[in-house]
T-cell receptor, first 111, second 117 residues
C-alpha cells in the first residue's frame, strides 16, 4: 500500500545549524506531498507542499523539492532557531482521499 | 483563517464508558477526518466523511464510530472505551477538489488527549 518513510528522531541541533529530515514515499503516479509541523501542545499545521515533480515547496525558511526519480521529499532549513523545535511529519495524498503520514521526527533546537 | 475546534483538550474516562469527541469547522469544508496519533506511528486515519451523513472507514476503525449530522460537525464515538484507546485524537477538514477526490490541504484542530483508565 501507499506509505511514507521519514528519518527517525529525535534530532537535536544547536541554533543556526543546518537541518535535513529525509522523507521517501511509495505512492505510484504523482501524489501531492506535504510537510506538516506540530509545535508543542498544538495540532498539526501545514508547513509546505508540492503537487508535481520538481516543484519546490517553501515556507518559514524551510524547503523541500519533489524528486520523482528518487521518490523523495526531503525537508531542509539552512539555519534553525529554537522556535523550530517541533515534530515534523511528511505526508502524501495519492489517487484516493487518504493522507498517509510518516511516523514523525522530533526536532529540538538548543540555544 | 480556517478554524477547526475540538470539544476538549484533555479527557479522562473509565474503561467501558461511552465517549464522544466533537469537532467543528467553520470553513464549509466537505471533508472531515478523525485520526489518532501515537508515538512512533504517526497519524492513522480512523474515519473519513465526505458529506453529511456519509462516512468511510479509514485504516483503524475498529472500536470507533462516527456521526455527521451537519456539515460543520463531525463526532467520533467510542462505544465502550478501552485502555488501548488512550491516545491523542486529531480532527481535520478540507475542501474537495473534484468529486470525492481530496488532494487539498487538511486543516487540523488542536487535538484531544484521551486517557482511558
Amino acid at each position: 500500500g501507499n506509505s511514507v518513510t521519514q528519518m527517525e528522531g529525535p534530532v537535536t541541533l544547536s541554533e543556526e545549524a543546518f537541518l535535513t529530515i529525509n522523507c521517501t514515499y511509495t505512492a505510484t503516479g504523482y501524489p501531492s506531498l506535504f510537510w506538516y509541523v506540530q509545535y508543542p501542545g498544538e495540532g498539526l499545521q501545514l508547513l509546505l507542499k508540492a503537487t508535481k515533480a520538481d516543484d519546490k515547496g517553501s515556507n518559514k525558511g524551510f524547503e523541500a523539492t519533489y524528486r520523482k526519480e528518487t521518490t523523495s521529499f526531503h525537508l531542509e532549513k539552512g539555519s534553525v532557531q529554537v522556535s523550530d523545535s517541533a515534530v515534523y511529519f511528511c505526508a502524501q495524498v495519492a489517487n484516493d482521499y487518504k493522507l498517509s503520514f510518516g511516523a514523525g521526527t522530533t526536532v529540538t533546537v538548543r540555544a | 483563517d480556517v478554524k477547526v475546534t475540538q470539544s476538549s483538550r484533555y479527557l479522562v474516562k473509565r474503561t467501558g464508558e461511552k465517549v464522544f469527541l466533537e469537532c467543528v469547522q467553520d470553513m464549509d469544508h466537505e471533508n472531515m477526518f478523525w485520526y489518532r496519533q501515537d508515538p512512533g506511528l504517526g497519524l492513522r486515519l480512523i474515519y473519513f466523511s465526505y458529506d453529511v451523513k456519509m462516512k468511510e472507514k479509514g485504516d483503524i476503525p475498529e472500536g470507533y464510530s462516527v456521526s455527521r449530522e451537519k456539515k460543520e460537525r463531525f463526532s467520533l464515538i467510542l462505544e465502550s472505551a478501552s485502555t488501548n484507546q488512550t491516545s491523542m485524537y486529531l480532527c481535520a477538514s478540507s475542501y474537495q477538489t473534484s468529486g470525492r477526490g481530496n488532494t487539498d490541504t487538511q486543516y487540523f484542530g488542536p487535538g484531544t488527549r484521551l486517557t482511558v483508565l
